[in-house]
């Protein structure tokens, strides 16, 4: 029996600044990993520790793998300090990753906020890939300032696929910047979506995933259209530490993508 807890050693290629506390690191893994969109690895760095992170890369792309991560702790800060060359450790994929069967016929709308973006971005290479099976694609993302925005290069890009409308906004005013301006809440007011035949995927800190949730329903989403990502407290991925249980749930089982329906009227949902 292949043992869970033992990782795939995998080499760092490169490191992409992204903002000043955000990189993404382009990782080759010693044999090849599948993962579907949403699903998380956890990144091993020797000597430190480990921590759950989804992949930001294409699930079309097994032989290397990109993950972007935000400097909040001692593995993250390791793992900034790092240059190219040295080696990492990788396990899983674990989880059920985004439910995109649901999905096919459907509008889809991607709510980010800030580093949320990241684990978004695999979903949103298979959306882009498989855009003829979708209506359309909305995507809605914010951070506080500009240089808090991930992967500004790749607006341009985004923006001139068909069937995607891509919009970005900044919490306050700011030199230069000629955007929106106000939380990504406001990005959902008179939203040009086929409510009843449409599913939201929503991924940034928990205040934002409370408020944005709530304006969903406000505007007539249902519970059971809305998918969270609740990335938190996940340490062994196997359903055994208990560490992300929250109600009858393990996140790093059941999710980290859990349906709004089956969760909503658990105490403390939104941490």
């Not at 949403?38 to 989804?54: H, I, N, S």
């Not at 900034?80 to 985004?98: A, D, E, I, M, T």
Request: with cysteine; aromatic share 10%.
């Amino acid at each position: 029996m292949e043992n869970p807890y033992l990782p795939v050693e995998a080499e760092l290629l490169e490191v992409v600044e992204e903002t000043p506390t955000i990189k993404t690191f382009v990782l080759k893994p010693a044999q090849p990993i599948p993962f579907r969109a949403g699903q998380f690895m956890q990144l091993t760095v020797p000597g430190v520790g480990e921590a759950p992170f989804t992949p930001s890369s294409s699930p079309y792309e097994e032989e290397r793998m990109e993950i972007t991560i935000l400097k909040t702790g001692r593995v993250t800060e390791a793992l900034h300090n790092l240059q190219p060359g040295v080696s990492l450790g990788l396990r899983g994929p674990f989880g059920k990753g985004y439910p995109v069967e649901k999905f096919v016929g459907k509008e889809v709308l991607i709510v980010g906020g800030g580093v949320g973006l990241a684990p978004l971005r695999s979903l949103l290479y298979y959306l882009f890939a498989n855009l003829d099976k979708f209506k359309k694609v909305s995507i809605k993302y914010g951070a506080r300032m500009p240089e808090e925005l991930c992967f500004q290069k790749l607006y341009p890009q985004w923006e001139k696929l068909e069937k995607v409308d891509f919009t970005v906004t900044i919490d306050v005013p700011a030199p230069g910047w000629k955007g929106r301006v106000g939380l990504v809440t406001t990005l959902l007011d008179d939203l040009d979506i086929d409510l009843k035949n449409s599913y939201v995927v929503s991924c940034g800190p928990e205040v934002m995933l409370k408020f944005v949730t709530y304006k969903l329903i406000d505007i007539g989403f249902a519970p059971e259209q809305i998918y969270l990502s609740m990335n938190r407290n996940m340490s062994c991925g196997i359903g055994k530490c208990g560490r992300c249980i929250i109600g009858k749930y393990f996140l790093c089982k059941d999710g980290p993508d859990m349906c709004y329906a089956d969760i909503k009227d658990i105490p403390g949902v939104f941490g």
